[in-house]
């Protein structure tokens, strides 16, 4: 009986307001959501003050930021050590240096190698734009660079197969959002018209900077797609189960108040969301 006089007293003036009060409180929660940012840098990972992250932030500042892209080159058949391939390398090398933020560009074609030549000491990198890639000179192309302790393992695998090109960036981190997707936006464009242009080839993009944008993406694409589909399976789930599709209607109502009023509160406090967090109002 005293659960009914907390509905009585609900159904009344007083609950009325109550009702209303926590209404306008959640719309003007709701306010919040334009404040809502999508994280994409792994450090939202860690804990404010996390003595790894930390570490790591002192040995950037020392040395140099480790955000990077690095793309594999894999021809269909055959090994890395022919004119297309050698082509494509060294477009692929000039190309990256024009990506935002760029500050060093590794591959194989531009790998400094010191040679003695009688009293002198040269150093020049492997392959030259504009050099004629004849059968001799890729033959000593094949010998040479396996033999390159700093190559094998990092930039060209043993057996000849794959290669590699490193992409370091120097991102400011003012607007780490935008900085990590305009450096995935060109390096995608970019994969996409050698990938057209040199079909007889895969390639491959990992890193820091695509890892960092995917986690964007896939949290703007749970964002725009799976939280739709989850109300209207509520609505229709209810619909079904209670033969009703008023009462579906009022709990679609509750559920779009809950997220709309945490979602809000979140952008109100700068709580920036993740691809994990992004899941929590589902």
Avoid at 24 to 36: K, N, Q, V
Avoid at 164 to 178: A, E, F, H, I, Y
Avoid at 256 to 276: D, E, K, N, Q, T
């Amino acid at each position: 009986m005293r659960w009914q006089g907390y509905v009585d007293w609900l159904a009344g003036t007083a609950g009325r307001w109550l009702v209303g009060g926590v209404v306008l409180f959640t719309l003007l929660s709701a306010l919040g959501m334009s404040r809502l940012e999508l994280a994409s840098d792994y450090r939202i990972f860690f804990d404010e003050g996390d003595s790894r992250l930390a570490q790591l932030e002192r040995m950037q500042d020392e040395y140099t930021k480790t955000d990077n892209v690095f793309i594999m080159v894999e021809p269909n058949s055959g090994s890395i050590y022919r004119e297309e391939t050698i082509n494509l390398i060294l477009e692929l090398t000039d190309r990256l240096w024009r990506v935002p933020y760029a500050s060093r560009v590794d591959s194989l074609t531009n790998y400094p190698r010191s040679e003695a030549l009688a009293d002198d000491i040269v150093i020049e990198e492997l392959v030259y734009e504009g050099d004629p890639l004849t059968e001799q000179r890729l033959s000593k192309l094949a010998r040479v660079a396996p033999a390159e302790q700093d190559l094998v393992d990092k930039l060209i695998s043993p057996d000849g197969r794959v290669t590699g090109v490193n992409l370091t960036l120097s991102m400011p981190g003012d607007d780490t959002k935008n900085e990590v997707l305009s450096v995935d936006r060109a390096v995608d464009d970019l994969i996409a018209e050698l990938g057209e242009r040199y079909p007889d080839h895969r390639l491959y993009v990992s890193g820091i900077v695509p890892m960092n944008a995917a986690f964007f993406d896939a949290a703007r694409r749970d964002f725009i797609t799976l939280i739709p589909l989850m109300m209207v399976f509520v609505v229709v789930s209810a619909g079904l189960v209670l033969g009703s599709m008023k009462v579906a209607g009022i709990m679609l109502l509750v559920v779009l108040l809950a997220f709309s009023g945490s979602l809000g509160l979140a952008g109100w406090l700068g709580i920036r969301l993740s691809a994990p967090s992004i899941s929590a109002p589902i």
